[in-house]
């Protein structure tokens, strides 16, 4: 599907150059002299390399069609996460480095949204928040005010993220996955 290089966000599937390419920054620039453009930086799916590129403002690009389908998590491996269609029960296995760092979120039976084009998975996408628990976390120091600063935990899945002074060790938060930050107590 053609869009014009203005309509260019962050987390849009292009393809450009016989390769998919993951949007990571897009900024659009005006100069004094000449005519508008958008500067994007892009990640290869298939390679891992990145790329900056210059799109003029009334250039079209190609943007990929994907199709969610939704799944849930089973299990791990050492190389590979599982998961299980609910619908056809269909099982599919995808690479650790694919998922990233948000494999660290995944939980047993958790449903998520698998992104594939042309009938290969791209990406994973998690629900917006999840629940979890706090393994372990630092003293609040007395004194400090409670919007100065925030202090690092570590929770149950293996996260480090940082919470703020009245979380303690056992606490269950939400967690927003597209940021990986704390959102609130539970």
């Known amino acids: 599907m053609k869009i014009n290089a203005t309509e260019i966000r962050v987390g849009m599937i292009l393809e450009h150059k016989d390769d998919l390419w993951e949007v990571l920054?897009?900024?659009?620039?005006?100069?004094?002299?000449?005519?508008?453009?958008?500067?994007?930086?892009?990640?290869?799916?298939?390679?891992?390399?990145?790329?900056?590129?210059?799109?003029?403002?009334?250039?079209?690009?190609?943007?990929?069609?994907?199709?969610?389908?939704?799944?849930?998590?089973?299990?791990?491996?050492?190389?590979?996460?599982?998961?299980?269609?609910?619908?056809?029960?269909?099982?599919?296995?995808?690479?650790?480095?694919?998922?990233?760092?948000?494999?660290?979120?995944?939980t047993e039976n958790l449903e998520v949204s698998i992104n594939f084009h042309d009938e290969k998975p791209l990406s994973v996408e998690l629900p917006n928040q999840i629940t979890s628990k706090v393994k372990t976390t630092d003293v609040a120091?007395?004194?400090?005010?409670?919007?100065?600063?925030?202090?690092?935990?570590?929770?149950?899945?293996?996260l480090h993220i940082q919470v703020p002074p009245f979380i303690e060790i056992g606490d269950e938060i939400i967690i927003d996955t597209r940021t990986i930050e704390y959102v609130k107590k539970i």
């Open 25 to 106: 920054k897009t900024q659009h620039v005006k100069p004094g002299k000449g005519g508008a453009f958008a500067q994007v930086e892009m990640k290869s799916l298939n390679k891992s390399t990145k790329l900056n590129e210059r799109f003029r403002s009334n250039e079209t690009i190609e943007k990929a069609i994907l199709e969610g389908i939704k799944f849930n998590y089973l299990y791990e491996d050492d190389v590979d996460y599982y998961f299980m269609n609910p619908v056809s029960f269909d099982q599919i296995n995808i690479k650790k480095n694919i998922v990233g760092q948000k494999g660290k979120m995944l």
């Open 141 to 158: 120091l007395k004194g400090q005010t409670v919007s100065s600063s925030y202090k690092p935990a570590t929770l149950e899945n293996g």
